[in-house]
């Protein structure tokens, strides 16, 4: 009765668990199918998940069934006892017999293998499987810790077992930094001598679980495999399409990847099933492979040449990414000797394998073969040592006979055997970072800047930028938070058209304009194209709520989830004003509430009120909001401040999931692992929960193929959205979306884990109903092709963009700072300069604050040269190597008609144009300015020298740098002054009105030729 009563308590114990992990998975893609029809996503989803579910079962079925067969088979024909001997015959040959088969038991055709050399093969063989159980195992691993619904580039997938990178120093290295690597290893080779059947079968369960996953990991692989685009370019060397590196190339690796470690497995472990057949271990020897064991290992052993035929014709592709040598890319060594070779080591392994299937064949067993294999086995090599001797003798001549001609060949004669794979790499490199398309122009400025100049450029001389992202932020975050829990995680720059009236501009109505009318002597005004509009450089900062800044006690399950829901407005910040009295940034957005709205955002004029659409500017989805939380509850959220006290509301957007039911309660307790839901005496029948609010995994989650840049900005524009209740909503975010590939050949990644890029999508999510859009931005990409044709209601053409949101899609500067520094080399395209770097590059420096970095890119609003309006365009500059003057400048424009371009200035190299690092350096060494400097950071402040702007105007270049004060405790940046230096003239001013004015428009014989102008300093201890 006792051992009935515990097997049914078993029972019930794996009936529950049972229940419950069902639970758990049913109510996990309950919850995902519910989030996805919430965002209009349900059908890519489901063709995702279809996919993935396939491939894995797939391949986890496939892998199981071929290795339990595999084992089942080994375990068959096994020795099951050590076979018996007779008396000698006639010609002294021993002869076995089994009293059950009448003497038909197999014969042993390989010689006896003492206890040493057993012991030998079996720990070899038993850490070899622990070595792929723990291989693949750390596949899983990397994949679990990125996310397994995210596809992120990862380098080619190797062969399982490469002989270089098994070596005994890498093995013991990791061990010693891994002691459970090691200890699992051995702890494998202990159970499988211990109980090698049960083992076996178990770890062939596990491997076949993990290839499962490995595979449905990959599944964008194998979409992008099943639907290929042609690029309409061939490589170099094997002439194939780049298409077939892009989209097939990556799967066949994956196929090699998962049958070369299912077929090794298989040969390791039905290996050492037989070897510990018949007590073997306790009997001291090992009596020899029968005819069955040995075709079966010949057949394993020809699965695993033929893995290795597929690594090594795969291996002829991989030499178009190699990284060794003077070239990215196949080189004169890898062309005209590891080509070749790989290609025999292929043919060779290939009529290896096939020699071996071929002795694998059933053949009928006679008397008379069995009496000539008895007599033969102890004088032949057994097969395999001699197929693996021939395999590593070829494989090393052939690295052999390429490091002499590396040596002999290559070396003294580089340059000439190279030059043709130089210019191979420099071709698509620059083909792959598409900085081919690059206009280029050489400029050699001539500081001859005139009035007239200067009055067609006001558009650019206005929106000259004296604050930068740091300094702003600063500010916002001291005197815009204003609660604990807002807060401002970035600022981000755009431009905007604002209204004006009567021909006047609007910077001409809330600021004094660039030029008083005393300083105006040369007739300036702003003359824009629309005499109702201008458009202006501005910073958006919007106002999140930050739930972790939340006081402690406040911390509650109902504050968490209820109340604290969403942010609240945003600050916008002309690029070039400054409130005259304090020295702070000026705000044409700001605050929360006006005298005659509780919940407005208070303007700086009516011209901003009628430019800007405010609305309710609540923010639900955004950079910050981490929290899920749930509306319509029988709690008010917290809306804004309101004085003391604090204004309520109820959320009426189209966002969230309604969790009235029951049962979706149920669900979303396990989901989100939050018992305390399912009791909460708050919710309704009308409740909504809103969950993955934070814009970056909410794309994430719908397209993981893509690649998403690191900066959404907000844009205030009416895009025509709507809540509920039929109240517009004017906040949107925009993220700049890439396709990407590694497999891009020749092309060189530099720093990066990808060879190609491309801006392909630009994406808009509401900030408050988290409507999510994706639009295709370079239609002409051949990687977006694909995903558009495998998830077509995915993506809608850039047209169908609202109108109000297209002037302000930008040049990502992710995108920009990576094709930027691909330039600084690859703007290089002769070979022989390429190869002796005569012309190389790097990006420009400056003084921030008081240490020395990089140059950022940065966006401006001018008037190019070669253009005939003012753009929103990126800025990079570049210096020499080990050289500070300018030597170029590259430009991302941005607005419509020239969106995506880039164009690059060139300066001579035979004149002096001073770069950032020397104008810092002349302004330092300025004694009236430097002595000022110093007077400040003595009085319990300090002086932060901003961003130095190099800015072209018509055909001379205009050097720009705002200084900030600011106090040592409690920082609020003020702009002190505004450095301009021009040719020879470096000014000082209180304004940048001032500094230009003496700069650049008094005349240059009133001053000598090298002049520092300190504009209005009565008082030299005050800022």
Not at 155 to 184: D, R, V
Not at 469 to 494: C, V
Not at 748 to 767: C, E, L
Not at 985 to 1002: C, G, P, S, Y
């Amino acid at each position: 009765m006792s051992q009935r009563l515990y097997q049914s308590v078993y029972k019930i114990c794996f009936a529950v668990l049972g229940v419950w992990l069902a639970f758990i998975g049913i109510a996990h893609l309950t919850a995902e199918i519910l989030w996805f029809e919430e965002v209009n996503y349900l059908s890519p989803f489901l063709k995702r998940l279809s996919w993935q579910l396939s491939l894995w079962f797939f391949a986890g079925g496939i892998s199981a069934l071929f290795l339990i067969i595999n084992l089942r088979v080994a375990h068959h024909f096994k020795w099951k006892s050590q076979p018996q001997l007779s008396a000698r015959n006639k010609t002294g040959i021993k002869r076995f017999f089994d009293s059950e088969r009448n003497n038909k038991q197999e014969i042993p055709q390989s010689p006896v293998i003492g206890l040493f050399l057993l012991l030998l093969m079996v720990m070899v063989l038993g850490l070899s499987i622990g070595l792929v159980l723990i291989y693949y195992g750390q596949e899983v691993f990397r994949l679990s810790q990125s996310d397994f619904t995210l596809f992120r580039v990862k380098p080619p997938i190797l062969f399982p077992f490469e002989i270089e990178s098994f070596s005994l120093e890498i093995f013991f290295s990791e061990a010693s930094k891994h002691i459970w690597q090691a200890g699992t290893i051995a702890a494998v080779l202990i159970l499988i001598v211990y109980n090698t059947k049960f083992w076996t079968e178990a770890i062939a369960y596990i491997m076949s679980a993990v290839f499962g996953l490995l595979i449905a990991a990959n599944w964008t692989k194998v979409l992008l495999y099943l639907n290929p685009t042609a690029f309409g370019q061939k490589d170099p060397i094997l002439k194939d399409e780049i298409g077939f590196y892009i989209f097939s190339l990556p799967w066949r690796q994956l196929l090699d990847f998962w049958l070369g470690g299912l077929f090794l497995y298989a040969l390791l472990s039905v290996s050492i099933v037989y070897l510990l057949s018949a007590n073997s271990l306790s009997e001291g020897k090992f009596p020899g492979f029968s005819r069955s064991q040995l075709r079966h290992i010949y057949a394993l052993g020809g699965a695993v040449l033929l893995a290795i035929s597929l690594h090594h014709w795969l291996r002829r592709y991989e030499l178009l990414y190699s990284g060794v040598g003077v070239v990215y890319g196949a080189g004169y060594t890898d062309v005209q000797i590891h080509l070749p070779v790989e290609t025999i080591l292929a043919l060779l392994s290939l009529l290896l394998a096939i020699w071996l299937l071929l002795k694998a064949r059933v053949v009928p067993e006679t008397e008379e073969s069995r009496l000539r294999t008895k007599q033969k086995k102890r004088k032949k090599i057994p097969v395999l040592i001699f197929v693996l001797t021939i395999y590593l003798s070829a494989r090393s001549i052939g690295f052999l006979i390429g490091e002499i001609v590396q040596l002999v060949e290559v070396q003294p004669n580089e340059l000439n055997r190279e030059a043709p794979y130089i210019e191979n790499s420099i071709n698509l490199t620059r083909a792959g970072f598409k900085l081919n398309e690059i206009e280029e122009t050489n400029i050699n400025p001539k500081g001859t800047l005139t009035a007239l100049q200067l009055k067609n450029n006001n558009l650019t001389i206005d929106n000259i930028r004296l604050w930068d992202t740091r300094p702003l932020l600063q500010t916002n975050r001291q005197l815009q938070q204003i609660r604990l829990y807002y807060k401002f995680p970035d600022a981000d720059i755009d431009r905007y058209n604002f209204k004006a009236e009567d021909n006047q501009n609007l910077s001409q109505r809330s600021r004094e304009p660039l030029f008083s009318t005393e300083e105006n002597k040369l007739g300036l005004d702003n003359d824009p194209l629309d005499p109702k509009s201008k458009k202006e450089q501005i910073f958006i900062a919007p106002r999140e709520l930050d739930y972790s800044a939340v006081p402690d006690r406040a911390k509650t399950w109902v504050n968490e989830h209820l109340v604290y829901t969403h942010g609240y407005g945003f600050t916008l910040s002309p690029v070039n004003q400054v409130n005259e009295e304090s020295g702070l940034p000026e705000y044409y957005v700001k605050d929360i509430g006006t005298p005659t709205d509780a919940g407005g955002l208070r303007t700086s004029s009516e011209l901003i009120e009628e430019s800007i659409p405010i609305g309710k500017p609540r923010i639900y989805y955004g950079e910050l909001t981490n929290t899920y939380v749930m509306t319509n509850t029988n709690v008010l959220e917290l809306d804004f401040p309101k004085g003391e006290e604090n204004a309520y509301n109820t959320y009426d957007g189209t966002g969230g999931i309604n969790i009235g039911s029951l049962w979706r309660r149920w669900v979303f307790v396990q989901y989100l692992k939050d018992w305390r839901m399912l009791f909460a005496r708050n919710l309704t029948e009308d409740s909504r929960i809103l969950f993955r609010r934070q814009i970056m995994r909410r794309v994430e989650a719908i397209a993981p193929f893509l690649y998403y840049d690191r900066d959404p900005y907000l844009v205030v524009s009416d895009a025509g959205d709507v809540n509920q209740a039929g109240s517009p909503n004017y906040l949107h975010w925009i993220i700049d979306a890439y396709t990407i590939s590694d497999r891009y050949p020749y092309s060189d990644p530099g720093d990066n884990k990808f060879n190609y890029i491309r801006n392909s999508v630009k994406i808009v999510v509401d900030a408050y109903n988290g409507d999510i859009d994706f639009y295709i931005a370079e239609p002409e990409d051949p990687i977006i092709q694909t995903w558009n044709h495998i998830f077509p209601e995915l993506f809608q053409p850039l047209n169908a963009m609202p109108k109000n949101l297209r002037p302000h899609i930008r040049y990502p500067r992710d995108l920009f700072s990576i094709q930027s520094k691909q330039l600084r080399t690859y703007q290089m395209t002769d070979p022989q300069i390429f190869y002796n770097r005569e012309d190389q590059w790097q990006s420009a420096q400056e003084i921030y604050g008081t240490e020395l970095q990089k140059v950022e890119p940065y966006y401006l609003i001018i008037k190019l040269p070669t253009a005939a309006n003012e753009e929103f365009i990126l800025i990079n500059l570049y210096t020499p190597t080990r050289r500070n003057n300018l030597i170029a400048t590259l430009f991302g424009r941005s607005d419509e008609n020239e969106y995506g371009k880039l164009l690059l200035y060139r300066y001579p190299k035979q004149r002096q144009i001073y770069g950032p690092e020397q104008i810092d350096a002349r302004i330092n060494q300025d004694p009236v300015i430097s002595e000022r400097i110093s007077l400040w950071n003595r009085q319990g402040s300090r002086v932060i020298q901003g961003n130095l702007l190099v800015i072209p105007i018509a055909d001379s270049l205009l050097y720009v740098e705002p200084l900030y004060l600011e106090a040592e405790r409690n920082s609020l940046p003020t702009l002190a002054r505004v450095i301009v230096v021009y040719e020879n003239r470096i000014v000082m001013a209180e304004t940048l009105q001032q500094a230009l004015q003496k700069a650049v428009l008094e005349p240059k014989d009133s001053s000598p030729p090298a002049v520092t102008g300190v504009i209005n300093e009565t008082n030299p201890s005050s800022p």
